[in-house]
């Protein structure tokens, strides 16, 4: 049994081998996409993390709503064509008609509410559970076009968060499944683990049927490798190249990809717990320097943990300057009073975390022992950096400072701030009444109110409670090959929809 | 023979049930799974969940109990990432490293044996010194370094071959290329040693006096003899192949085990890298009985 | 009997003048160029190693953004510029210099601990009961077939990345090769005559292995250290490649070829300096082992001392 | 002039070594005619051997020169022939017998196809050659010829290879056989053997036979003519008779009063009670017996020689008597306690009475340890012989009675000829003061005027300090001038037991007049004589040789 498996994936490589020699160059409507990371799961519900996401979220399964990142249209409908919110705070979705799945199976309000149940389902884990934490679904199929959702607590961002859950057909297998079905423009006809993912364009698809009729993946994970492809024709379209490598205007892109860097602080522990060490932090570090160095000409330096595309993003909030000689004199003070500023302070970061990750934590270690911090950085792999970041934090711990990347290209703070600054948030460093009573009145606000209070929250946790270093919103480069019309967004970090690529006439 | 063999295989047995206890629980003491597959943000309800869901909240004697049970029908257990059956994704990648470590060797084998013998012959010749200093530095050079040298040089200067991956036949030429120097500088330096006192022995002499030619001198009556130690070393080299050359697959993206293994050790997949440990383990025990067998078929005085 | 050159011609009429160990060791270095440069670059290399952090740590670990991956042979400037800087803008010779004794450091670690634990281990296989020598021999096997890899990672997650927890992991790994080679010269060696003689004499087990068997062995495991120091070097810089190695801010130049990796195609020089530091160590290494092989074994010692300068 | 077969005029070999150029062969001349038989004689690097391998084209040069000289066969000079030209000479014209036959036959094919190359390199079609392999198998009397093809060279007993050998060289019926020391390594009765079908083969083809050996029996066994040398030079040479009986140079002269066998026989005198009493020891390897109840006395002071050929069980009495292996039944009283039963604490004390000195000195000097080491490592092991502050002066004390300077005490063994680490290796028992010497083969290994200057040595040893010896050896005359008494051995039993003059002039079995008709005696009449009287003896003498084949 083993051994004809043996046998059989060795003459399957043999043939591969054969049938490869020439790469046929094949429709020019075709094209390849090389990718840094491989899914490992074409899994629906986890097309929210990016190497999934990629390749079929909107190309092969397809949400209820959508959010433009490109215009100023907010929450857009997908497969759900409008949507109110009824008087008790539940959402009505009146849904596509005439869409069908790649299976041939005509998409309905049942799909809906399966698809919800799975991802609430005990046999697996979906990744899109976690934006429902702490809520209660009660999910009614009204008729076949129509779906009602009553959430409590009361969700105002339904509809936003509605345009994260991939919609299954009816009848999908609650474990994981590694061939999606979904109605979107494409569907999935060859996954060669280790190789290559091939999207067919669909005949029968919904709405308007896309440019590209096929779409290649392929997975290097080296950068200049990657560019390298699409400068010799290997691929057409590399969404994440690195810095270096982008220098050729016509076919390199920047693009703010919504992955904000900062130094978190745990807050809890001395000297970190005074708010004039924190500010000192801050002075000492030279952010414009990095600028056009290290991190992309494009990048823009943080106020706040998402971008500014972000509602309620505050305009007010001004960046710390550079200023040592301030930062110096915040430091003495804080020691006349008694903060042990001698203290050691470990800085955390992870290896590979994002470009220059070594070369910036360096520099920023640099920085700070300039104005007399004593700093012992510490490089750590994947596993190791997570139990750094996020709660239970470890007893008995010296003052740590985790250097981190957090992606929010959702368009709302609650996906960032809860988690980063609440006193129960997993990767929050403080337990501050104020911030804690902010989020919860901004995550049951609507319209203006919730800006309001978001940039009120913004603005406190940046300049009153100085609660760690915000460094910079990271610009991503993809090269793309000239003859295809396509500007990457702030999305394309996590989703690449097909429909969006041109080719250029 | 039959009890030679039955010997050795309960020796490696005993090898590998050690091994996989060994890397059952060590593995297991190195951080949680759940954790990195989850984002960051996940709740620790999920988290349990996930763990529940793979049983890895069990007790870890009663999980090593479960995995062994399992293995012993055959199963080695699913993959956390990847929602397949460990062992197939491990033979998946494993035959792509056993074609790279099979071609890779052979070519090792044939140039170092001509490059070896040859030297040996007019040791301190021109050829000799030559050779010498090639290999040498063959032996010396980091193999990622010249990897992402040569993809530098072969792929993005001169384009002439892809940078990496894989899909056609010019896809394995940097990749051997690059696995080639180290064994090949090693074993060209074993075969030139062994090859000197193989020339020198009295047996060649008796050849010379009866006027055999050159050729069959070096090829049929001395290289025979110094094969047993060349063989030894080749087999320590297809041995560390077949283990998965990690840094030359990772930076070809080249899909083999090697690969899988350092990715799946930094996900903390723990059954593939288990399967991927077997799957090793006893190709190699398979490599060193056929090791065996060709010391026994190279010198009659080698009987089992 | 012998052809190719007569035994030594002046065998019975007196015996071979024996000049002191040390000249007689530079005179073989000197029969053999290669062997020569090797030992020259390798004393210069730790030469480097102890005194080049205290040196130039200061300039090694200078940032200059403004200075970034300065291309190298700019001749006009400073001499620690001229083989460029790096992507902090921090002089590459310096910091080549400086991570000169991290990486030996480990190396030399790391062979040192396997050659003592893998080489005493041997002793015990060759010499103790058929049992005893099968459950070394199997703890052998499994060290063998244990990923480094994953030896790295358990190790570095479990007690944390340092020097010392690195020498640990790479000097696991290589336990095996000592331990085999010496068991199975210990099982030859065990036979010979010498032994036998001791045997006689009333020489302790203990004795015999430790005062008889290791001496032979030992230049066998010199031998094997100078080219499994070479290997350990190798395998350091590879790890620390692909990150689960030395982390900085320490430096090794594994480390430095990886960082500079991702600047190959416009700042070649950030990985090729201490790629060719690599390459000329474990060069000088290889070479330095060759002829140890020869030195150290007296029956063909004479190669080298014949081919000295002058002699007798 | 040119009648000669082989001429070799005014032959300069030299070898460049970084110390300067060696000349290993300097200026010698000796021709050889067809049908006859030149010996070349000499000692361990007296370059005997370089001529032979200068016409067989094997010096590699460099490091190897030919000075000057010219090498003629049948008056064609082989110096000014193509390289393949010589090549054909090689094999067909010349062929070339080599000692010790295992190391010279490719190990790794059999013997037919080493065989069938020979003839086939030369032009012969595989299938006559496979045909004229097997008569030539059958021609030097190889036991089950047509098997024997097939078989592989460590599957043949030391005299069957070394036939082996001399049919591969006969193949192409060369004019020339060069036999290097062709019978050194073998059993007395065997080299017997090995000469007489030489001798017989050479009668039949009419070639010429060049034989190197070392030892003077051999020369008068087979030889007609004899070349001696001596470092290089040829010193003498002459009819084999005209030499023995009248040598003109004086290194001629002192290898002929070295070869043993002609002193005076000892009478034992030693009285008292034996210091050591072997009753009916036996050792068994498995199923095999290889003592089979072995009984002797030993007083103080007293000499006994065991002799007998490979397989005879000698050398494991001595291992066994030593401890260096374990009796599997009888008893060994030493001074009346059983040794084969010893307690390890008596065991240890019983080392210092009882010591051991091997064959090869090179393997039984610890290589990596300088002379006072391996002298003063009996007292580290012993402390109570010799307080530390006395070692040295003890050290050079023993030195200095095996007859080395003192002032070497400092070096390695590897620093000094063979007889002298001899030496080293017998001062290293003494320095344990012991009150018998295990000697097992402790002067085979030895040219033949060393090996007379350590027996000279030992006697001493035994008339100054009484010590006692078990004197090991296969040749019979080296025994004649040292032992008080011979105990014969012969698979694992032992044969005959007397004193010297008994076993010498009387023997009783078959067996030791087998051994010591076969021995060869180096004066040529006294060997001629040997030879007739041995023929007698023949029938008996084929079929032990086939027995004893079967064993080893």
Not at chain 1, 297 to 304: H, I, K, M, N, P
């Amino acid at each position: 049994m083993k051994t004809s498996q043996l046998l059989g994936a060795l003459l399957g490589s043999v043939l591969a081998l054969g049938t490869g020699i020439a790469p046929v160059q094949a429709a020019t409507t075709d094209i390849k996409i090389v990718l840094p990371e491989e899914a490992d799961l074409l899994e629906p519900c986890m097309a929210t993390r990016s190497n999934i996401g990629r390749v079929i979220m909107e190309n092969v399964s397809e949400t209820l709503t959508e959010l433009d990142v490109r215009g100023k249209e907010g929450v857009m409908p997908r497969l759900a064509e409008k949507w109110e919110q009824t008087g008790d705070g539940a959402w009505r979705f009146h849904l596509r008609q005439g869409v069908k799945f790649s299976d041939g199976k005509a998409f309905g309000a049942k799909d809906v509410k399966y698809s919800f149940d799975r991802i609430f389902s005990d046999k697996n884990i979906c990744e899109s559970r976690r934006y429902f934490g702490g809520m209660k679904f009660d999910v009614k199929v009204v008729d076949d076009n129509t779906i009602d959702f009553k959430v409590d607590p009361v969700q105002p961002i339904l509809p936003l968060l509605l345009s994260l859950v991939t919609i299954v057909p009816e009848g999908t297998p609650l474990e994981f499944v590694r061939e999606p079905i979904g109605t979107g423009p494409y569907k999935l006809t060859n996954w060669t683990p280790g190789q290559q993912i091939v999207l067919n364009a669909r005949d029968d698809y919904w709405g308007k049927k896309p440019a590209v009729t096929k779409a290649t993946y392929l997975f290097r994970s080296d950068p200049a490798v990657r560019a390298a492809m699409v400068q010799a024709g290997e691929a057409d379209l590399a969404p994440s190249i690195s810095q270096v490598e982008a220098t050729n205007e016509k076919t390199d892109f920047s693009y703010l990809d919504s992955e904000t860097v900062y130094l978190r602080i745990d807050g809890n522990i001395a000297p970190l717990n005074d708010v004039r060490v924190r500010k000192a932090l801050n002075l000492a570090i030279d952010r414009q320097a990095f600028i056009g160095t290290l991190v992309p000409q494009d990048a823009v330096l943080a106020t706040a943990l998402v971008p500014p595309t972000t509602l309620g993003w505050n305009p007010d909030v001004k960046v710390f300057p550079f200023d040592p000689e301030q930062a110096k004199k915040l430091l003495e003070e804080a020691k006349a009073a008694g903060v042990p500023v001698d203290t050691p302070i470990t800085v955390v970061a992870r290896t590979a975390n994002f470009p220059n990750v070594t070369e910036i934590m360096e520099a920023v270690q640099a920085q700070l022992q300039d104005v007399g911090f004593k700093i012992d950085l510490k490089f750590v792999e994947v596993a190791e950096h997570e139990v750094y970041y996020s709660k239970p934090f470890k007893d008995g711990r010296g003052p740590t400072i985790v250097a981190a990347m957090h992606d929010n290209s959702k368009g709302d703070p609650s996906f960032t701030m809860f988690f980063k600054y609440d006193s129960k948030g997993t990767q929050s460093g403080y337990a501050d009444p104020k911030v804690d009573n902010l989020i919860a009145r901004a995550s049951a606000a609507t319209g203006d109110e919730r800006a309001k209070l978001w940039s009120q929250l913004f603005a406190y946790v940046h300049d009153d409670l100085v609660a760690d270093a915000l460094l910079f919103h990271m610009v991503g480069y993809s090269r793309v090959s000239e003859r295809l019309d396509f500007k990457p967004s702030i999305a394309t970090n996590g989703m690449l929809q097909l429909s969006e690529i041109g080719f250029k006439k | 023979m039959l009890s030679f063999i039955r010997k050795r295989a309960f020796a490696s047995l005993i090898s590998l049930i050690g091994l996989l206890v060994m890397v059952f629980f060590l593995s297991r003491l190195t951080g949680d799974p759940a954790s990195l597959f989850l984002p960051v943000e996940a709740s620790a309800e999920m988290k349990a969940e996930f763990r529940a869901l793979h049983g890895l909240d069990q007790p870890l004697l009663v999980q090593f109990g479960q995995y062994v049970g399992n293995v012993l029908t055959g199963d080695l257990g699913e993959s956390l990432r990847k929602a397949r059956p460990a062992l197939d994704v491990v033979l998946e990648a494993f035959t792509w490293t056993l074609w790279l470590a099979v071609i890779t060797m052979t070519l090792v084998t044939v140039c170092a044996i001509v490059v070896g013998s040859l030297a040996a012959f007019r040791t301190g010749g021109f050829f000799d010194r030559f050779s010498s200093m090639v290999s040498l530095i063959g032996a010396s050079v980091p193999d990622f370094w010249l990897a992402i040298v040569a993809i530098v040089v072969f792929a993005i200067q001169l384009s002439w071959l892809p940078t990496s991956g894989t899909g056609s036949l010019s896809h394995w030429i940097l990749p051997i290329c690059v696995l080639f120097v180290r064994p090949f500088g090693i074993i060209v330096q074993v075969v030139r040693g062994s090859m000197i006192s193989a020339l020198s022995s009295a047996y060649v002499k008796t050849a010379r006096a009866k006027g055999v030619k050159a050729g069959p001198i070096i090829f049929i009556h001395a290289l025979r003899n110094a094969m047993l130690p060349v063989i030894t070393v080749i087999g320590d080299q297809a041995a560390s192949l077949l283990n998965g050359a990690v840094v030359i697959e990772t930076i070809f993206g080249f899909p083999g085990v090697g690969k899988l293994m350092i990715d799946s050790i930094l996900q903390r997949d723990f059954n593939v890298v288990l399967a991927a440990i077997l799957v090793t383990a006893f190709a190699i025990f398979l490599m060193n009985l056929v090791i065996d067998l060709a010391y026994a078929l190279l010198d009659p005085r080698i009987r089992y | 009997m012998t052809m190719a050159i007569p035994s030594t011609p002046t065998k019975d009429a007196v015996i071979a003048e024996e000049p002191s160990a040390l000249s007689r060791v530079w005179r073989m270095l000197l029969a053999d160029k290669f062997a020569l440069c090797a030992a020259v670059f390798l004393i210069f290399v730790v030469l480097m190693a102890i005194i080049g952090p205290t040196l130039l740590t200061d300039l090694a670990t200078k940032q200059n953004l403004r200075g970034r991956n300065l291309a190298p042979f700019m001749f006009d400037r400073e001499w620690f510029m001229w083989l460029g800087a790096d992507a902090l803008g921090r002089p590459l010779l310096p910091r080549i210099i400086v991570a000169t004794q991290n990486t030996i450091m480990v190396a030399a670690g790391a062979v040192v601990i396997s050659a003592v634990i893998g080489t005493l281990l041997g002793l015990i296989a060759g010499f103790a009961s058929e049992r005893v020598s099968q459950v070394i021999m199997r703890l052998a096997d499994v060290i063998m077939s244990f990923p480094s890899l994953l030896v790295a990672v358990i190790v570095l997650y479990i007690l944390g990345s340092s020097i010392m927890n690195l020498m640990l992991v790479l000097s696991i790994t290589r336990i095996p090769v000592y331990l085999r080679t010496t068991r199975a010269e210990v099982l030859e060696i065990k036979s010979r005559m010498f032994v036998q003689a001791a045997q006689v004499m009333g020489a302790s087990s203990k004795r015999i292995l430790f005062r008889h068997i290791l001496l032979v062995v030992f230049p066998t495991l010199t031998t094997l250290a100078t080219l499994d120091f070479a290997y350990v070097m190798l395998a350091e810089s590879a790890l620390s490649f692909l990150g689960i190695g030395i982390q900085p801010p320490e430096i090794t130049w594994g480390l430095m070829i990886s960082q500079g990796r991702q600047y190959l195609t416009n700042a070649w020089w950030l990985s090729f300096w201490p790629g060719l530091a690599i390459i000329l160590t474990t060069l000088s290494l290889n070479l330095l082992s060759n002829w140890l092989r020869i030195a150290l074994d007296p029956v063909q010692r004479w190669r080298l001392e014949m081919k000295g300068p002058k002699h007798g | 002039m040119a009648d000669h077969l082989l001429e070799v005029r005014n032959l300069s070999v030299d070898f460049y070594t970084g110390t300067g150029t060696v000349h290993a062969v300097r200026d010698i001349s000796y021709h050889l005619d067809r049908g006859e038989t030149l010996a070349i004689l000499g000692e361990s690097g007296s370059g005997k051997s370089v001529s032979s391998s200068a016409i067989m084209n094997l010096i590699d040069m460099p490091p190897g020169k030919i000075a000057s000289g010219e090498i003629l066969l049948n008056g064609k000079d082989l110096f000014k022939m193509s390289s393949e030209a010589r090549r054909e000479v090689n094999g067909r014209r010349i062929a070339m017998i080599f000692q010790d036959p295992l190391s010279h036959l490719n190990p790794v094919y059999t013997v037919g196809w080493q065989m069938r190359e020979a003839l086939k390199t030369h032009g012969i079609s595989s299938a006559q050659a496979q045909s004229e392999a097997l008569r030539l198998f059958k021609r030097v009397a190889l036991p089950e010829p047509e098997k024997a093809l097939d078989k592989y060279p460590h599957e043949f007993s030391g005299g069957q290879r070394q036939r082996v050998m001399i049919a591969m060289a006969l193949a192409l019926k060369p004019d020339l056989l060069i036999a290097d020391e062709p019978t050194t390594a073998l059993d007395v009765t065997v080299q017997a053997e090995v000469l007489a079908l030489l001798k017989e083969l050479q009668r039949e083809t009419g070639m010429g036979v060049l034989i190197i050996t070392h030892d003077l029996g051999v020369v008068s066994e087979v030889a007609d003519r004899v070349v001696v040398m001596e470092k290089g030079q040829l010193v003498e040479s002459g009819t084999v008779r005209e030499v023995y009986h009248n040598p003109q140079h004086a290194y001629t002269k002192k290898l002929i009063a070295a070869a043993p066998g002609k002193g005076e026989m000892h009478e034992p005198h030693a009285t008292g009670d034996a210091i050591l009493s072997v009753k009916d020891a036996r050792k068994f390897y498995g199923g095999f017996e290889a003592l089979k109840g072995v009984s002797f006395d030993l007083k103080a002071g007293e000499t006994v020689a065991v002799v007998g050929e490979s397989g005879s069980g000698k050398s494991t009495l001595a291992r066994i008597l030593l401890r260096l292996e374990e009796a599997d039944g009888g008893t060994a009283k030493w001074k009346g306690k059983d040794l084969f039963t010893m307690s390890p604490s008596d065991l240890f004390k019983l080392r210092r009475d009882l010591q051991m000195v091997f064959q090869d000195p090179t393997q039984s000097l610890n290589p990596r340890m300088t002379v006072y080491q391996l002298i003063s490592e009996a007292w580290v092991i012993h402390p109570e012989i010799l307080p530390k502050a006395k070692w040295r002066e003890r050290a050079a004390e023993l030195l200095d009675q095996v007859g080395l300077s003192p002032e070497h005490m400092g070096r390695y063994p590897h620093q000094f000829s063979g007889g002298q680490r001899q030496r080293i290796a017998i001062a290293r028992a003494l320095a344990l003061e012991p009150k018998l010497i295990v000697c097992d083969e402790a002067v085979s290994a030895l040219d033949v005027s060393v090996q007379a200057q350590v027996i000279k040595l030992l006697d001493k040893l035994r008339r100054d300090m009484g010590i006692a010896f078990i004197f090991i050896a296969h040749d019979l005359p080296l025994v004649r001038d040292f032992a008080d008494y011979v105990m014969v051995m012969q698979k694992g039993e032992v044969v005959e037991f007397g004193t010297v003059a008994q076993v010498f002039d009387n023997p009783q079995k078959p067996y030791t007049q087998a051994l010591l008709a076969a021995s060869l005696d180096p004066d040529p009449d006294v060997q001629a004589a040997n030879r007739n009287a041995r023929l007698t003896h023949r029938p008996e003498n084929r079929s032990r040789f086939s027995k004893s084949t079967m064993r080893i």
